[in-house]
């Protein structure tokens, strides 16, 4: 079994080999069951490239993007990556 502390570094290790990033930061980190196994949801955010985006859309962008990372509890394995919307401001 994995604790939170655990669970954190294997989802930033993921993170940064997956989508190679390093400006990575812990947003929020829970516990949930997903498809019958016990989790650690973990989001983490990193800055969002905004000259990629057209002008118009730049003016109500989040500087930054979010990632949920589901980790099985027992074995450590990365379960799902999933997009976070932030919620409504």
């Not at 929020?28 to 650690?40: A, F, M, N, P, Q």
């Amino acid at each position: 079994m994995i604790d939170a502390k655990q669970a954190i570094q294997i989802a930033q290790e993921r993170a940064a080999d997956m989508l190679s990033r390093s400006d990575l930061n812990l947003e929020e980190i829970g516990r949930e069951s997903y498809r019958d196994r016990e989790v650690w949801n973990i989001t983490l955010s990193f800055s969002r490239d905004l000259e990629r985006l057209p002008p118009i859309a730049r003016l109500g962008a989040d500087p930054l993007q979010y990632k949920r990372f589901l980790i099985d509890v027992e074995t450590g394995e990365l379960v799902a990556m999933k997009f976070r919307e932030p919620a409504a401001r």
